[in-house]
């Protein structure tokens, strides 16, 4: 299993657009610290990819990622056309996106699918809970909007059913259910309550039994999250603060991480100490601009990796 992390930032980015705390700060003195939106590309076969998450920075991230940019065009064979110069028309807007799986209907989790409206005849395939697909539909309006660009199609993630993420692909994925924590402008819509607004994902790839979990949000540590991290050689999760009162003491909320439906990292509680009991490679993600990790000198990276936990970084290529 192949995955190239495209982002490592919550909600904003770092730097973010309209903040000059000591992180963005620090992220605009050293481009070392930036840090794109929470993204990640998992390989299905050969040339075709899932980006997890559609971001902000999804173009950039694309861009960025060999791997995800436009296939060659191949060569066209020339046919001699009666009173025409020109042959058959080599198709140059081949991608390697098979298409997008959805954690959450978060805003910096989907604002990027419209980046992707150019997709055009082609459409793009959507991966997502029926929570998450209801939230985009009836509050982003997003089929209305983008259907006169490109047609959607949608495939059902679930927790009963692990399916390949193409026909022929080894890896398959389902959703782990974390918690029923909507995204704002979804709360007051009708839809399903339960676990399944934010889910983590487990992909496995049934040739190598390599497994991954990847869990941007975690508002809670469910039972089944727990089995499936247990069995996991690589766990990806939520590292947007680095303790309970963060928000508060940084001034960007009156809650607390918890509060704010991400799990802290430190403390009594917090992730780390579940983390370095697990066998598998662990990392964080998604990390908040107030987060002292975003500092790459930060003391908090020797406690982590002390417990023999890792933080990730925009770029990083992680084969299990
Ligand atoms: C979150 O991770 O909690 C959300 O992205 C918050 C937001 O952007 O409103
Ligand atoms: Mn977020
Ligand atoms: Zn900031």
């Not at 009156?254 to 799990?263: D, E, S, V, Y």
């Not at 908090?300 to 970084?313: C, F, M, P, W």
Request: with cysteine; net charge negative; hydrophobic share 40%.
């Amino acid at each position: 299993m192949l995955l190239h992390v495209l982002g490592t930032a919550a909600g904003g980015g770092v730097p973010q657009w309209n903040c000059a705390c000591p992180g963005c700060s620090g992220a605009r003195a050293h481009p070392t610290w930036r840090r794109r939106h929470a993204s990640l590309a998992v390989q299905a076969s050969d040339d075709r990819w899932y980006l997890i998450n559609a971001t902000p920075d999804i173009g950039d991230q694309i861009e960025d990622c060999p791997a995800l940019r436009p296939l060659p065009v191949p060569v066209p064979v020339p046919v001699p056309v009666r009173g025409s110069v020109s042959g058959p028309r080599a198709n140059s807007r081949r991608t390697p996106i098979a298409g997008l799986i959805l954690t959450d209907a978060e805003l910096d989790h989907t604002l990027g699918i419209a980046r992707l409206r150019e997709a055009g005849t082609d459409g793009l395939e959507l991966l997502a809970t029926g929570s998450v697909r209801e939230a985009l539909l009836t509050g982003l309006r997003l089929e209305a909007v983008l259907g006169p660009y490109t047609p959607l199609t949608w495939r059902e993630l679930s927790q009963e059913r692990s399916v390949p993420l193409t026909e022929d692909s080894t890896v398959t994925i389902s959703a782990i259910p974390v918690s029923g924590k909507r995204p704002r402008y979804a709360v007051h819509l009708p839809g399903p309550e339960g676990d399944t607004w934010v889910v983590a994902l487990l992909l496995t790839d049934r040739a190598t039994g390599a497994k991954a979990v990847y869990a941007p949000a975690l508002a809670a540590w469910p039972d089944v999250l727990q089995s499936a991290v247990a069995e996991a050689d690589c766990v990806i999760v939520d590292g947007t603060f680095w303790d309970d009162e963060e928000p508060r003491r940084t001034g960007i909320s009156t809650r607390t991480a918890t509060g704010m439906g991400h799990l802290p990292i430190d403390g009594p509680g917090g992730t780390a100490e579940r983390l370095a009991t697990l066998r598998a490679r662990c990392l964080y993600t998604h990390l908040n601009n107030t987060n002292p990790l975003v500092d790459p000198s930060a003391p908090q990276y020797k406690r982590l990796a002390d417990q023999g936990i890792e933080v990730a970084g925009d770029g990083m290529v992680i084969q299990l």
